[in-house]
């Protein structure tokens, strides 16, 4: 549980410190440095500093969280080891981020009065900087013995170009595109559109370094958790640069004869944002994941992960529960549980594979009543309740609430929490009991923070290698749930024609999601 909540606080202090590093320079970099006479007067500088200040406070808080999280690990017995605690790098990085971000916020919050204090911008300037560089010692670069320094150098450029491109996104849309749909001088776009692109240079560069630093070769890129996880990194990151891509071009072909507010750019933004913001929560779950080149008693081999990708034709009987060790969480794997987690995700496959054939007669057209396919979610739901967790509530010995207690029971639960509400939103959404453009939004988050949180989902093993097994048929599901996501958002928020491919995209991609299931195998 500590890990999972570990993965989360980071993921949430990375998103903070994006906002806030990537703030100060869409301000300086684009703002400031684009202004002239001509430009605007309304454009709401008091807002990107509100939002600066919010980001500077996330990562107090959530390293602070952290911190407490890391103490409650060590067990009860902690306060004789205070004093070694707060002699560790990590101990004194994150100390030195909670700092920094207190910098952040109260400079942001002093130059939102409109001041042009020297002594404020340095501080802010000092503050952002010192937060990249902190951020540094907190992350595998530090506890390296070979290339320590040229590693920490690599992360904090990495850091740094991602929340300049990231957190830049978001104040863009706040700014160029506020809730008045402002216009902009294209100028200012084609600013920042050169800025995310430098970024960009920056981010995949120090990437390299730091893939070629940790992962060595293809063997570690491919079998273990650390090196999958770049790969889906770099999977996501490949959308991004497309999303970046269409809205380069688009902004060029901008004119500066009149103010642009162009609907298409935004709504591209907003999914460029999203999956960016994904992009660092895999970030932050690459930090609780030892570095490939230090795997390798655990290391998977090639042919082995190619063993669960082959098809198989799908397996639709259980074993018994009596077959299954329930009454002890650390027993070995055995072919009854792998049986059984196949079976369960064969029968889930049946559910989305249904889900998306109704989907995709629905966008096309064909049939007007296959917009009730969200109600099978319900039923998938149901499933997942009782088969999920075979020694929990309802078919295990342990009580509903003793098992909660289990970090796995605990992310099964909040899965089936997050389906029943998938089908009930999109459902009412579906058949217009829900008007409200707003709510039809609940669909497509849900499924991106779904994919994002299949992501991070860990299962608890005494084997590397057989928790890497387990887990890296879940990469390609997780990246397809974000995908999923934000394809039906840009349905959603495109106008006619353009919302057409995007429809197609999502309801095809939900019927992959179900045939993947299909063909899950753990043997």
């Known amino acids: 549980?500590?890990?999972?909540?570990?993965?989360?606080?980071?993921?949430?202090?990375?998103?903070?410190?994006?906002?806030?590093?990537?703030?100060?320079?869409?301000?300086?970099?684009?703002?400031?440095?684009?202004?002239?006479?001509?430009?605007?007067?309304?454009?709401?500088?008091?807002?990107?500093?509100?939002?600066l200040a919010l980001g500077a406070a996330g990562v107090g808080v959530t390293q602070c969280l952290s911190l407490g999280v890391l103490a409650g690990a060590l067990g009860p017995d902690l306060d004789w080891r205070m004093r070694d605690l707060l002699a560790t790098p990590y101990v004194r990085a994150s100390l030195l981020r909670v700092l920094a971000s207190g910098g952040l916020l109260v400079g942001a919050l002093a130059l939102r009065r409109r001041s042009r204090g020297r002594v404020r911008w340095a501080v802010l300037l000092g503050s952002a900087l010192t937060l990249t560089v902190a951020g540094a010692w907190t992350s595998h670069a530090a506890a390296r013995f070979e290339?320590?320094?040229?590693?920490?150098?690599?992360?904090?450029?990495?850091?740094?170009?991602?929340?300049?491109?990231?957190?830049?996104?978001?104040?863009?849309?706040?700014?160029?595109?506020?809730?008045?749909?402002?216009?902009?001088?294209?100028?200012?776009?084609?600013?920042?559109?050169a800025l995310a692109l430098a970024a960009v240079g920056v981010l995949i560069t120090a990437g390299v370094g730091l893939t070629l630093g940790y992962v060595d070769g293809v063997h570690g890129l491919l079998g273990t958790a650390y090196g999958v996880m770049v790969l889906t990194k770099i999977v996501m990151l490949a959308g991004l640069l497309g999303l970046g891509a269409l809205n380069f071009f688009a902004v060029r072909r901008l004119?500066?004869?009149?103010?642009?507010?162009?609907?298409?750019?935004?709504?591209?933004?907003?999914?460029?944002?999203g999956l960016g913001l994904t992009v660092l929560f895999a970030a932050?779950?690459?930090?609780?994941?030892?570095?490939?080149?230090?795997?390798?008693?655990?290391?998977?081999t090639l042919g082995e992960v190619a063993t669960r990708f082959t098809p198989r034709w799908p397996s639709f009987t259980s074993p018994p529960i009596t077959e299954l060790p329930v009454d002890d969480r650390n027993a070995p794997r055995t072919d009854a549980?792998?049986?059984?987690?196949?079976?369960?995700?064969?029968?889930?496959?049946?559910?989305?594979?249904?889900?998306?054939?109704?989907?995709?007669?629905?966008?096309?057209?064909?049939?007007r009543w296959a917009?009730?396919?969200?109600?099978?979610?319900?039923?998938?739901?149901?499933?997942?309740?009782?088969?999920?967790?075979?020694?929990?509530?309802?078919l295990g010995p342990q009580g509903f609430w003793e098992s909660m207690a289990e970090p796995t029971v605990l992310q099964h639960r909040v899965f089936v929490l997050l389906v029943v509400v998938f089908g009930l939103f999109e459902w009412t959404v579906r058949t217009h009991r829900l008007r409200s453009p707003r709510w039809a939004l609940v669909f497509p988050l849900l499924c991106?923070?779904?994919?994002?949180?299949?992501?991070?989902?860990?299962?608890?093993?005494?084997?590397l290698k057989a928790e890497f097994l387990l887990e890296v048929t879940h990469a390609p599901l997780g990246v397809l749930g974000v995908?999923?996501?934000?394809?039906?958002?840009?349905?959603?928020?495109?106008?006619?024609?353009?919302?057409?491919?995007?429809?197609?995209?999502?309801?095809?991609?939900?019927?992959?999601?179900g045939v993947l299931l299909l063909l899950y195998r753990e043997s």
């Open 1 to 51: 549980m500590a890990a999972f909540a570990d993965v989360l606080l980071r993921g949430l202090n990375l998103s903070g410190q994006a906002i806030a590093v990537g703030g100060v320079a869409f301000v300086l970099l684009v703002l400031r440095s684009g202004w002239t006479p001509e430009a605007p007067p309304a454009i709401p500088l008091g807002r990107v500093w509100l939002l």
């Open 147 to 193: 290339h320590r320094a040229a590693l920490m150098a690599l992360d904090v450029l990495h850091q740094l170009a991602a929340a300049v491109w990231i957190g830049g996104l978001l104040h863009l849309l706040l700014t160029a595109f506020g809730a008045a749909e402002r216009a902009w001088p294209p100028r200012l776009l084609r600013r920042f559109s």
């Open 255 to 273: 004119t500066d004869a009149a103010m642009a507010s162009p609907l298409r750019i935004r709504r591209v933004v907003e999914v460029e944002l």
């Open 284 to 300: 932050a779950s690459l930090t609780s994941l030892p570095p490939a080149i230090d795997v390798v008693a655990d290391r998977a």
């Open 337 to 367: 549980d792998r049986a059984w987690s196949e079976y369960n995700h064969h029968v889930s496959g049946l559910f989305v594979l249904l889900m998306g054939t109704l989907a995709i007669v629905h966008v096309g057209g064909i049939a």
């Open 371 to 394: 917009r009730h396919w969200p109600l099978v979610l319900l039923g998938l739901a149901a499933f997942m309740l009782v088969r999920n967790d075979p020694g929990a509530w309802p």
């Open 448 to 463: 991106a923070v779904g994919g994002g949180l299949l992501l991070t989902h860990s299962h608890a093993s005494l084997n």
């Open 483 to 513: 995908a999923i996501g934000w394809a039906r958002w840009l349905e959603l928020r495109l106008a006619a024609p353009d919302d057409r491919l995007p429809g197609r995209i999502w309801a095809t991609g939900l019927t992959v999601f």
